[in-house]
């Protein structure tokens, strides 16, 4: 026979897993979303800000979609393609980071746009020459300001609406607006240096506000030159020119980013003081692949 002490117990043992159990089932969800508040979407941005090198394929994806036919439609599929796969955290395991065709004195504002607004979280501007044709996409990369805005200045034009189809929950509508100008924005913003024009300039460029980082094309820098071999010119000349650019942003605290097609060289210019590499030879259907297969790397 069970005694009247024992079923007691049990009730209070059972009403006590109970009340355990609910408080358990509101802290975990509470945890949880504590967590994610800290984790940045864009896991180029978390590279930088942690201090190591951000490597294509690793910490983010290039759309290439300046050496190719420029179809709207297949770029946009390629970044819906990339911004499919999460990690744990909840963040997109590539953000996707959109090279146009337009060049730096041209108005890219409506591909800026289009792209954006289908999910990607950071642009290229080939042959970038000047601040004023850095600033002339920042204005277009830019958002809208929102009366009392921390960060007003330059001011952007663009419709908001981009962090929508990342996939990400509870985003402040400061994650559209470009990093680190505004360190809760989770956009990036890289002018390509590709001429000695824009070597001459690199400073102005790289303290223009809204730039995020520069990123060089070894290729087009040694052809401004009127040197042959492209990207695979290992000559002194072009050596001090990219290791002097390296130098510059490393002396001012910048992020420099580096066109490589092996290992070797990733190594070499990430030693140089370059902060983000683009491998041309880790071929994906969205990045790269157009190079690897033309120059069969």
């Given at each position: 026979m069970v005694s009247t002490m024992h079923v007691n117990f049990e009730m209070h043992k059972r009403a006590f897993f109970a009340v355990f159990a609910t408080i358990m089932l509101s802290v975990i969800p509470c945890s949880l979303a504590m967590a994610q508040e800290n984790v940045r979407p864009n896991r180029m941005i978390e590279a930088f800000e942690t201090g190591r090198p951000a490597i294509s394929g690793l910490d983010f994806q290039v759309v290439e979609a300046e050496h190719k036919p420029f179809v709207l439609t297949e770029v946009i599929d390629s970044i819906t393609a990339v911004l499919v796969k999460k990690n744990e955290q909840g963040q997109p395991v590539l953000p996707p980071i959109v090279r146009l065709p337009m060049e730096g004195d041209e108005n890219a504002g409506w591909a800026i746009k289009a792209v954006l607004e289908r999910g990607a979280m950071g642009i290229i501007i080939p042959q970038t020459d000047t601040s004023d044709d850095a600033m002339r996409a920042i204005r277009q990369i830019r958002p809208w300001n929102v009366r009392g805005s921390k960060y007003p200045f330059p001011a952007g034009h663009r419709s908001s609406g981009g962090p929508a189809n990342w996939g990400v929950e509870n985003l402040s509508r400061a994650a559209d607006d470009l990093w680190p100008l505004n360190p809760d924005g989770e956009v990036l913003f890289f002018p390509m240096i590709e001429s000695m024009v824009g070597v001459s300039n690199l400073v102005e460029i790289l303290h223009t506000p809204g730039v995020s980082g520069i990123l060089v094309g070894p290729g087009d820098l040694t052809s401004s030159?009127?040197?042959?071999?492209?990207?695979?010119?290992?000559s002194p000349e072009v050596t001090d020119i990219l290791e002097n650019i390296g130098q510059t942003c490393r002396e001012r605290m910048k992020y420099c980013g580096m066109v490589?097609?092996?290992?070797?060289?990733?190594?070499?210019?990430?030693?140089?003081?370059?902060?983000?590499?683009?491998?041309?030879?880790?071929?994906?259907?969205?990045?790269?692949?157009?190079y690897a297969t033309q120059y069969n790397r």
């Open positions: 030159l009127g040197l042959a071999g492209g990207a695979g010119n290992r490589t097609s092996s290992e070797a060289d990733t190594n070499r210019w990430i030693d140089a003081g370059f902060k983000f590499i683009w491998r041309l030879d880790l071929r994906d259907a969205t990045s790269g692949n157009w």
